[in-house]
């Protein structure tokens, strides 16, 4: 059973297609780079996973997440807020509450799991809260923990959404332009703590990036969309200059490095979770 099927999946906005027919397996424990320009669908489809936009009315379009239906024929599936629970999400405005502790913000990833009241009193057991101190010890922050997070830099705040997502006891994580803000030494730690986490628990990602040279270095298997369309599906290293330059309209050497995958096209994620990851 793939960790992520999707089934022709259509979306307009305005009649305006941006999704056509997109058909996608991912594997449990596949670590997947979805790239392409600004415009292609990326963040668009990366909705549709966690049930956050639905596809077209009256079409035959399906999403599933670990064997559970997310959407189908443009509605939510009657179990979507269960499925979402197993879904991390890790995005580019970071999502933390910059007011309270990097611990607390942690914690907030296990306000599904827990009773109403508590969530609303903020109270959270000891275990929890060891819990939360091992997921920043995994992404390499554990002596940050009190602090508020408004104190850390990008990069470390971006690494504590990775831990909130591992405190949720994600199966999938999603993470939609997770180091499009960041500097080069804060993108390879992003970048270096999410592999570390696909290969040493077996969490499926799905991250969308416009650097290629990390694609090319972290993830297995790239998946390209063009103009709502998959244009390429395969192993990493079978993604030449030749299907880059046609891809981005412009010639991107393998192996790019550097100032030169920035100035690929950059694009900021289209929605906020703000107020539906962190509820407190």
Not at 27 to 47: H, P, W
Not at 94 to 121: C, D, E
Not at 183 to 190: A, N, Y
Not at 248 to 276: C, K, M, V
């Amino acid at each position: 059973m793939p960790a992520i099927k999707i089934s022709d999946l259509q979306k307009s906005f305005n009649r305006v297609p941006v999704l056509k027919g997109v058909s996608i397996e991912v594997q449990k424990g596949e670590m997947v780079a979805l790239i392409g320009s600004s415009g292609s669908g990326k963040s668009t489809l990366m909705r549709h996973l966690s049930g956050l936009t639905f596809a077209n009315r009256n079409t035959a379009s399906q999403v599933e997440v670990l064997g559970r239906k997310v959407q189908q024929n443009g509605r939510p599936a009657k179990e979507l807020r269960t499925t979402r629970a197993r879904i991390g999400n890790v995005f580019q405005q970071f999502n933390l509450v910059n007011r309270l502790s990097v611990q607390t913000n942690v914690l907030i990833g296990a306000l599904s799991r827990i009773p109403t009241y508590r969530s609303l009193l903020g109270w959270f057991t000891r275990e929890e809260k060891l819990k939360a101190l091992q997921a920043l010890e995994l992404v390499g922050l554990r002596q940050h923990a009190l602090k508020r997070a408004s104190d850390l830099s990008g990069g470390q705040q971006q690494r504590v959404a990775i831990a909130r997502a591992l405190m949720q006891e994600a199966e999938v994580i999603l993470a939609d332009e997770p180091i499009a803000s960041l500097d080069p030494e804060s993108s390879r730690q992003v970048m270096e703590t999410l592999q570390r986490i696909n290969q040493e628990m077996g969490i499926t990602v799905v991250v969308t990036l416009h650097q290629v040279e990390y694609a090319q270095k972290y993830c297995s298997r790239a998946i390209a969309l063009k103009e709502g369309e998959i244009y390429f599906d395969g192993p990493i290293e079978t993604l030449d200059s030749a299907l880059l330059t046609d891809l981005y309209g412009t010639y991107i050497p393998e192996g790019t490095q550097g100032s030169e995958a920035n100035e690929l096209p950059q694009q900021h994620s289209e929605f906020d979770l703000n107020r539906e990851l962190n509820p407190v």
